[in-house]
């Protein structure tokens, strides 16, 4: 019988790290043969499974990539963008698969991703769930369907501890809704009201992020017109659907040619 693929998770004692270790383990359809921290971590040389308040599972938690990713036919990483673009380039070196869930990624971090993707399978999004990528395509149709008289706002809320926004699900929603509507996002965009922003300009799509507590990831889609309004929502209960997704497109990206995905083919939506 053959191996499970061998599975390497940055970023492994962060929330989504925690995550998918546990539904790596859980899964039976892969293995994990990494868990990866930053330097001066100080889970660096525990075993992970200990680390997290569990038993031993035999994989400690390094700091070099170069040795894990050799090992690995994956890796899933939702860290943060400068370690992404790092690791983009490692993993293609050790064609392993990286499924990138890391938000707040700028121009020039996609460029270099794109660039590792000549080398090796990438997928990348900013929402791994099954039901936000269903949203994304609802949310295009719609989009499509209404005329400028329909305002479109999209409205996040996310725990006290994110770093980025609008989140990387509202800026995957915004452009399903501007390519509805067959418009560029970064022509619309009016995100950060404050103070005197004078009336709201017709065609613009909105956004607002709510930061608190331990919400897990709740998006919106508003189309507000006079006399009606639509509202497409999603709710995260938890990021075990995070996870799922992650590994879904990792065990998915095994037998694809180099380039870069996203949910939306992992998925076939
Ligand atoms: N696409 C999706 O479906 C989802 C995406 N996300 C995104 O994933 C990212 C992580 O989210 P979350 O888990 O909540 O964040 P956390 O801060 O809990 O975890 C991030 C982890 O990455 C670690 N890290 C940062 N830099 C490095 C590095 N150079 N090498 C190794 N590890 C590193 C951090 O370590 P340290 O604490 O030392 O900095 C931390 O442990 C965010 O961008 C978030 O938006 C989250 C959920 C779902
Ligand atoms: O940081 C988070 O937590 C999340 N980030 C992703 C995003 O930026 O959209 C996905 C999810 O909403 C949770």
Redesign the pocket.
């Known amino acids: 019988m053959s191996e499970l693929p061998g599975i390497v998770v940055t970023g492994a004692s962060g929330?989504?790290g925690q995550m998918l270790v546990r539904t790596i383990a859980e899964s039976g359809a892969a293995r994990l043969v990494g868990a990866l921290e930053r330097a001066g971590h100080d889970w660096i040389g525990r075993d992970i499974g200990e680390a997290m308040g569990g038993a031993a599972i035999d994989v400690l938690v390094t700091d070099d990539p170069v040795e894990v990713f050799a090992k690995a036919q994956a890796v899933i990483d939702f860290t943060a963008p400068a370690a992404t673009v790092a690791f983009a380039g490692l993993a293609a070196q050790a064609r392993a698969v990286h499924v990138i869930?890391t938000?707040?990624l700028t121009e020039a971090d996609l460029k270099a991703i794109n660039a590792a993707a000549r080398h090796a399978v990438i997928v990348r999004a900013?929402?791994m769930s099954l039901g936000?990528n269903l949203l994304v395509q609802l949310t295009k149709k719609v989009a499509a369907a209404l005329d400028e008289d329909f305002d479109i706002e999209i409205i996040?809320a996310?725990?006290n501890q994110?770093v980025?926004a609008p989140?990387?699900?509202?800026?995957?929603l915004g452009e399903a809704a501007a390519e509805g509507r067959g418009v560029k996002l970064a022509d619309v965009r009016d995100s950060g009201r404050d103070g005197m922003t004078g009336a709201r300009m017709r065609g613009n799509i909105g956004f607002a992020a709510i930061r608190g507590g331990d919400i897990?990831?709740d998006?919106d889609v508003l189309f507000a017109a006079k006399s009606e309004q639509i509202t497409l929502r999603h709710r995260?209960m938890d990021?075990t659907v995070?996870a799922k997704g992650a590994l879904k497109a990792a065990l998915w990206g095994q037998d694809k040619s180099p380039g870069e995905y996203d949910m939306v083919d992992v998925l076939g939506l």
Not at 167 to 172: P, W
């Open positions: 929330r989504m869930g938000t707040g900013g929402n936000v996040e996310h725990h994110k980025d989140s990387g699900t509202a800026l995957m897990v990831g998006h995260a990021r995070f």
